[in-house]
């Protein structure tokens, strides 16, 4: 059961990381040529980070909750707070391009 909570915990940081590091790479040049001359492609580079993300959250999410031990209703909650940061991770990159779309 912890291994499923601190994965959910690593899943909702990666998901920000992502919309936000999509805002960010897109809006600042020097972000977005880092990317690409560090990782060859700035999508790769994204997604490493992206990834490094969930990894790292996720174990210290294990690390800070060893003493604990989730209930069902833990859960459920947990649960719920994917689909908010699912869809505000949506709404961020939707609303990014939207705003894009329009100001052009």
Do not use: Q
């Not at 977005?32 to 001359?37: G, H, S």
């Not at 492609?41 to 604990?68: E, N, S």
């Not at 069902?72 to 939207?98: E, H, K, P, Q």
Request: hydrophobic letters at 60%; glycine letters at 6%; zero cysteines.
């Amino acid at each position: 059961m912890r291994a499923a909570v601190s994965s959910i915990i690593g899943y909702i940081a990666a998901a920000m990381f992502n919309s936000i590091l999509l805002v960010i790479k897109e809006t600042n040049k020097s972000v977005f040529d880092w990317l690409k001359a560090t990782f060859g492609h700035h999508w790769l580079g994204h997604g490493i980070l992206t990834i490094a993300v969930f990894v790292l959250v996720t174990l210290l999410a294990w690390y800070a909750i060893r003493r604990y031990e989730p209930t069902d209703r833990d859960i459920g909650r947990l649960a719920i707070l994917v689909v908010v940061f699912t869809a505000l991770s949506v709404i961020i990159i939707a609303g990014f391009y939207a705003i894009e779309v329009m100001g052009h």
